[in-house]
């Protein structure tokens, strides 16, 4: 039985991208939020937020410094991929999942649009979100790591 790793998921940008140097250029980093909400037998709403942290790189990382807001929704593809290491503080071997994004597309309706925050992210932010407007947009950007592996 084969296997596959892909994902895809629509959520918002929850904190200011920050760039990092790396070998061949910069790294972005940017946390997206994912809120699932359902009834329950009680028919009250119930929500889950979801944090996925990401990196994209190169030009990539460049064009999305500067166009990525906070509250902005986001549809992203990609791998999910294993970050191994040992612990400063006790030496003890540690597995981190990560996602790798290898397409990101910016949803219409998007922060500059007065989007509503992610509730929990602001004080007293109302829970009701608006869905994205998925009508066309710009071609996405493929965000492939050139360098073969995240750096976190």
Excluded: C
């Excluded at 070998?23 to 939020?33: A, D, P, R, S, W």
């Amino acid at each position: 039985m084969s296997s596959e790793n892909n994902l895809h998921f629509v959520g918002m940008v929850a904190n200011t991208p920050l760039a990092r140097p790396a070998k061949n250029g910069i790294f972005l980093t940017f946390m997206v939020q994912i809120v699932e909400r359902w009834k329950g037998r009680d028919g009250d709403t119930r929500e889950e937020i979801t944090d996925v942290d990401l990196a994209v790189f190169g030009d990539q990382a460049r064009k999305f410094e500067t166009s990525l807001k906070v509250g902005m929704w986001i549809d992203v593809e990609g791998k999910l991929q294993t970050q191994r290491g040992n612990r400063k503080s006790d030496g003890k071997p540690y597995a981190i999942l990560k996602v790798k994004p290898t397409r990101i597309e910016i949803l219409k309706g998007g922060a500059s649009e007065k989007q509503e925050p992610i509730p929990d992210m602001l004080p007293d932010a109302p829970k009701a979100q608006t869905p994205p407007d998925r009508s066309p947009q710009p071609a996405p950007v493929d965000v492939t790591d050139t360098e073969g592996s995240l750096p976190f």
